[in-house]
């Protein structure tokens, strides 16, 4: 390696070594991250509750034909209104779907399910059970 090719090859290094070090500056500050809310700003999830069947019952007019919003695999959704005035979309499971699967722990799945918060999930705000009954409002 000659003298002019010995500088070259410096000169190329020292530029490459000062751009690596700007792009880690700029990676570095692009990539910082945001702070984060503290708990006291973040709304505070509250687990569903348990309605007894009568309130759901009358919150849906006894489940009347003219209430249902939507029909799927799991069951059937009913439009209803709480005693607060409070509208609800109210789903039915179908009891195959109860029975069958009787000993999961219904109550907690639905208390644990109701705390995820996600812009394309509806809450859960509450739950009612009975004997090969299941509700999820």
């Not at 690596?20 to 809310?37: N, T, Y």
């Not at 695999?73 to 195959?96: C, D, F, P, Q």
């Not at 109701?114 to 059970?129: D, K, T």
């Amino acid at each position: 390696m000659n003298l002019g090719e010995h500088i070259a090859y410096d000169i190329v290094m020292a530029i490459l070594s000062i751009s690596l070090i700007i792009l880690g500056i700029f990676l570095f500050f692009a990539c910082k991250k945001k702070p984060v809310e503290s708990e006291e700003t973040l709304p505070l999830k509250h687990s569903a509750r348990a309605y007894p069947l009568t309130v759901i019952d009358i919150a849906t007019n006894g489940f009347n034909h003219r209430r249902i919003i939507g029909k799927g695999r799991l069951g059937t959704v009913y439009a209803g209104k709480l005693e607060n005035e409070e509208l609800v979309a109210v789903k039915r499971i179908h009891s195959v779907l109860v029975l069958s699967n009787a000993g999961f722990g219904f109550s907690s799945v639905m208390k644990w399910l109701s705390l995820a918060q996600h812009p394309n999930v509806v809450p859960i705000i509450g739950f009612s059970e009975a004997p090969g009954i299941r509700y999820k409002s």
